[in-house]
């Protein structure tokens, strides 16, 4: 008679009948990480992505306050029109562009879900997606989800990680349909020159692509020494009708827990969008909306003292990293910086798993945001000071160690 367990048995057979397509899906490379920090506990983590501030308060109060009044009903597939009309006005104010708050703009759970429906509305089977690597973890994933093909362009540390049009054009092909943009990007922190981004205009549009620029990062940005605003694709010559603009409050409003994004397009591709959307969310939550509009509102001082205070923070990590020896270029945006960790002889993984067990600091493995990632390490600097300091000393005795 068989010993195995019957039920590992209908557990494998369940397993066997699942979707193809998720299965050929690789597990988030941060995932496997983070099941070793928190098995460890009482790490100092330089690991998750996310503001280590509370969401502003003026925003929670008025989700309380709404609450209190009973605000807890559906509201309306693309969003309440107050929240559409704030954000088209802060688009055109921050970005340069112009969209129409009735029509153009959707409402999403968080810059996650603008993503997948801009994919998905997008995307015909074997369509190629070309983004630059190293990247944010879900942009293949979302990509072969909605059947396209992912097709990763390399940066490089001594371009600070921004991306040259010229590989652009090599990688473009007969089937490409979008081009994915995310600067400041990351997890790289890099920030892209006006003249290649320009040049990265022309070929799309010359091609006839689409393109959709993730900006979730762009009030983020350090060393803005002339007062230039950020600059997003969307406000090129050209762009507007063939641009997906996509932004959230998750990083600069300290709001991620709340899940807010939406999504800025020409009519007919938020209509698409919409499609998806009133089917798979039918809105977002009314709760995070109303905070939304407070952020809109009011939240650009509390905005402005979080960007001083995590370039405070970039600086002194920097100024760590020198002293290590560690070569880092320096980011010009998000909270993340990205330093070469080759010197060390490990790979990004073993140095990531060796650094927990002996320093008790948890940093992201470069591999774990695409194949040009070996090498280096991500380290989220939105930490408090004095346990950024800690982990610095930590990395400080580890690289020692090992040169
Ligand atoms: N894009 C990028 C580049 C990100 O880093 C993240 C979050 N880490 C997202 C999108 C998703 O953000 P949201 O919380 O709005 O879903």
Request: glycine share 8%; with cysteine; hydrophobic share 40%.
């Amino acid at each position: 008679m068989s010993e195995s367990d019957p039920s590992s048995e209908s557990e494998n057979c369940v397993s066997d009948r699942i979707s193809q397509i998720v299965r050929d899906i690789p597990r988030s490379g941060i995932r496997d990480f983070f099941e070793l920090v928190q098995a460890k506990g009482d790490v100092i983590s330089l690991g998750v992505g996310e503001p280590d501030f509370s969401t502003p308060w003026h925003i929670r109060e008025a989700i309380i306050r709404s609450l209190e009044r009973g605000q807890t009903s559906y509201t309306s597939n693309l969003g309440m029109p107050k929240l559409r009309e704030l954000i088209a006005e802060y688009v055109e104010s921050f970005f340069g562009v112009k969209y129409d708050a009735k029509e153009e703009v959707i409402i999403t759970v968080g810059v996650s879900e603008a993503l997948d429906l801009a994919f998905r509305a997008l995307l015909d089977p074997g369509d190629e997606v070309i983004y630059h690597e190293p990247c944010y973890v879900s942009y293949s994933p979302t990509i072969v989800m909605a059947h396209g093909r992912p097709v990763p362009v390399a940066t490089r540390p001594e371009d600070g990680f921004s991306l040259r049009a010229s590989d652009v054009a090599s990688a473009i092909s007969e089937k490409t349909k979008v081009v994915v943009l995310n600067f400041p990007t990351n997890p790289t922190g890099a920030v892209q020159p006006l003249a290649e981004l320009e040049a990265i205009a022309r070929l799309i549009v010359k091609h006839d692509l689409f393109c959709i620029t993730d900006e979730i990062y762009s009030e983020l940005r350090y060393d803005i020494q002339t007062g230039d605003p950020h600059v997003s694709i969307a406000s090129l010559p050209g762009m507007r009708e063939r641009t997906i603009l996509l932004h959230g409050f998750s990083k600069a409003y300290a709001m991620t827990g709340l899940r807010l994004g939406y999504a800025c397009a020409p009519h007919a591709i938020v209509e698409a969008m919409m499609r998806i959307h009133q089917y798979s969310m039918l809105c977002a939550p009314i709760t995070s909306q109303v905070g939304a509009i407070e952020a809109l509102e009011n939240g650009a001082g509390p905005v402005e003292e979080m960007r001083k205070s995590y370039e405070v923070r970039r600086n002194l990590f920097l100024q760590g990293m020198k002293e290590i020896g560690l070569p880092c270029f320096t980011p010009g945006g998000a909270f993340y910086a990205f330093p070469d960790i080759r010197k060390t002889g490990l790979s990004s993984a073993e140095f990531c798993v060796q650094l927990l067990e002996e320093e008790n600091i948890a940093v992201v493995p470069g591999s774990a945001f695409g194949a040009t990632g070996e090498g280096f390490v991500r380290c989220c600097y939105a930490t408090a000071p004095d346990l950024l300091e800690k982990a610095l000393d930590g990395i400080r005795r580890f690289v020692a160690s090992r040169s």
